[in-house]
């Protein structure tokens, strides 16, 4: 539908004497950080740069063609800045080669097909030396990937995946999966491929949690048997030991924190970030992934919880900037009003004065005037809040908190917490829901009176 979209204004922008039309991301980038919600805000973004063009066209022309030329030298930058080869080396060494590849023989020829081709053919030459084929049986698995649908019962299918699963056969498994009826309990077997790369497990990655948020069931089995150069989930599947890395002194430090109190500590990359999507904040900042976990509970009420250092982008293409900070995600179990807690700076009571939008609490000022509060549930939020809470919240450090009704996310700065940060963020979420299962109890016992 995109490209049926393209083609047609492209038409339309040829008999208008314009310029081809292409989709790229930074109109999709920008409205997203600006709250869009549906795909009408691309027609009014259109729109507005239209009249733009049609109302100020002539102040357009006075713009110096040096800092258009320096825009352009920048935006290059950014595009191609050592963020770009970061993110394709962690999907593994494989990618930084066919990345390197197709950017220099494209420079080099000044043709981006050919260079387009040459990636595509870098990439077939590095799986057929991996997987250690003869060319010819690499070229059967390329074609022919043997993908064998057995079905255990009406509910449940078994795939069964032999060979090579690549970009250049992810259609042959989509159009398998497309004929497997909806709703069900389906598995997909990985036990006998010999190879699965970054395009095959992004998009079955994507077709499963789609296929699960519709109401059905879809597993990956096998995958866990092969290694790969990265953590990355989806990096280059193929057998080939992983590397042991020496742990820093913070890393021993956490590791020593966790086991003397019983939790659980991993070092490793975790790019399992669903549980991170659940809060508003991450809204507009795609997480990267996690690492150095501290996962346990406490023990006094059975809260579980967990602390990492999230990594995650804030921005779009040239105002891109990567954060990496110390956060924790605690599970109640038990409900509590939604709601978005900070530290109130002299700006946020400027926009107060023009929206109205903090909760305050007239019978409790250093409260107040320390902390903004947000909430789509203000009402229930003023009750919950007990002195005895307001008055915990005015005489600790102030966190960033937010708050799902079932779940928190808690942290203070955007950036990496020390041992004694992580030791003190861990006191004070332990004080916390002691409080908050306190009024959780005592409003139990208010409605069975």
Sequence with gaps: RDILNSGFSTMLSAFCGGLPVITV??????????????????????????????????????????ALSAILLFTGYKLASPKVFRDSYLLGIEQIIILLTTILVTLGTGSIPFGILMGIAITLIIHLVRTGMSWQTFLKYLLWPKLKVVKDDKTRYLIRVKGIANFFNVFRLRRTLNRIPKNVQLVMDFSNARLVDYTALEFLHDYQFHYN?????????????????????????????????????????????????????????????????????????????????????????????????????????????????????????????????????????????????????????????????????????????????????????????????????????????SVEMVKGMIEFSRELTTILYKIKKQRAQLSNC
């Excluded at 989930?233 to 193929?238: A, E, K, N």
């Design 25 to 66: 991301i930074a109109r999709t980038s920008v409205n997203i950080n600006h709250g869009a919600k549906t795909t009408w805000s691309n027609f009014f973004h259109g729109l507005f740069c239209l009249l733009a063009i049609g109302l100020f066209g002539k102040w357009f022309e006075n713009i110096p063609l040096a």
């Design 213 to 417: 948020k519709a109401g059905g069931n879809f597993e990956i089995l096998g995958i866990d048997a092969h290694e790969s150069s990265s953590s990355h989930p989806y990096s280059l599947h193929i057998h080939k030991p992983e590397r042991l890395k020496r742990l820093t002194k913070r890393q021993m430090h956490l590791e020593f924190l966790a086991h003397k109190n019983g939790w659980h500590f991993n070092h490793q990359m975790n790019w399992e970030i669903d549980r991170c999507k659940e809060f508003h904040f991450f809204d507009t900042r795609p997480v990267e992934y996690k690492k150095n976990t501290i996962s346990g509970k406490f023990d006094q009420i059975e809260i579980c919880f967990e602390i990492s250092d999230i990594t995650f982008d804030e921005g779009a293409l040239l105002a891109t900037e990567v954060y990496r900070s110390t956060m924790q995600i605690i599970d109640l179990p038990f409900n509590i009003p939604s709601f978005i807690m900070e530290r109130e700076h002299m700006m946020d009571r400027i926009l107060e004065l023009a929206s109205g939008g903090d909760i305050d609490f007239s019978d409790h000022k250093k409260f107040s005037k320390k902390v903004l509060l947000h909430s789509n549930e203000a009402d229930e939020v003023r009750e919950f809040f007990t002195k005895e809470l307001l008055d915990f919240f005015a005489s600790h450090t102030i966190y960033h908190i937010e708050s799902t009704g079932s779940s928190l996310l808690l942290f203070q700065n955007f950036r990496l917490a």
